[in-house]
T-cell receptor, first 113, second 109 residues
Framework: EAQVTQNPRYLITVTGKKLTVTCSQN?????MSWYRQDPGLGLRQIYY???????DKGDVPEGYKVSRKEKRNFPLILESPSPNQTSLYFC????????????FGPGTRLTVL | QQPVQSPQAVILREGEDAVINCSSS?????VHWYRQKHGEAPVFLMI?????EQKGHEKISASFNEKKQQSSLYLTASQLSYSGTYFC??????????FGGGTRLMVKP
């Protein structure tokens, strides 16, 4: 089944404790992206990647890191999480680029205490 | 800067029509529409590209006014399954997408 998977789905952590949210897709898509969703603010793009070893900042990259060492994986890293990073995070992928249909993962709900 | 969506919320009866608008202050290359049901991930509806090309849903239509940097999503003869939050995303250049705050649509029997 073609899909985007994220792990973990739910995470409660404390300020300053490094964490990684994994994202993997099995559709051989070149483009992958991370978004955060907050009430009233919609989806805000954090980082995106056009291919292996190619990443670019989105609208809200501060406090986040990403890497794209393999085409199928695009982990989101929070080196020192803070409470304002409490949010619902979505990973998405598409073939070719952002001008094509994006397939979203199920989301990761992160709470930073 | 995020595009502005209007209305923020709308309630319909089954069979009624609705229009959701999306407006940007920047020149757009593409407009993307997604629907998200409560507790689920966003799902693709449509993409409209500068120059008139459209990719997407058979039963939902949209327009893209490049000069005004606006797009509208038309939901006709709404069904209960249309309920959810609709997001427009705007592409300016490259592969960055900026989404609006969403429009909550509720269809009642």
């Amino acid at each position: 089944e073609a899909q985007v998977t994220q792990n973990p789905r739910y995470l409660i952590t404390v300020t300053g404790k490094k964490l990684t949210v994994t994202c993997s897709q099995n559709m051989n898509h070149e483009y992958m992206s991370w978004y955060r969703q907050d009430p009233g603010l919609g989806l805000r793009q954090i980082y995106y990647s056009m291919n292996v070893e190619v990443t670019d900042k989105g609208d809200v990259p501060e406090g986040y890191k990403v890497s794209r060492k393999e085409k199928r994986n695009f982990p989101l890293i929070l080196e020192s999480p803070s409470p304002n990073q409490t949010s619902l995070y979505f990973c998405a992928s598409s073939i070719g680029g952002a001008v094509n249909e994006q397939f979203f993962g199920p989301g990761t709900r992160l709470t930073v205490l | 800067q995020q595009p502005v969506q209007s209305p923020q919320a709308v309630i319909l009866r089954e069979g009624e029509d609705a229009v959701i608008n999306c407006s940007s202050s920047k020149a757009l290359y593409s407009v993307h529409w997604y629907r998200q049901k409560h507790g689920e991930a966003p799902v693709f509806l449509m993409i409209l590209l500068k120059g008139g090309e459209q990719k997407g849903h058979e039963k939902i239509s949209a327009s893209f006014n490049e000069k005004k940097q606006q797009s509208s999503l038309y939901l006709t003869a709404s069904q209960l399954s249309y309920s959810g939050t609709y997001f427009c995303g705007t592409g300016i250049a490259g592969n960055m997408l900026t989404f609006g705050g969403g429009t909550r649509l509720m269809v009642k029997p």
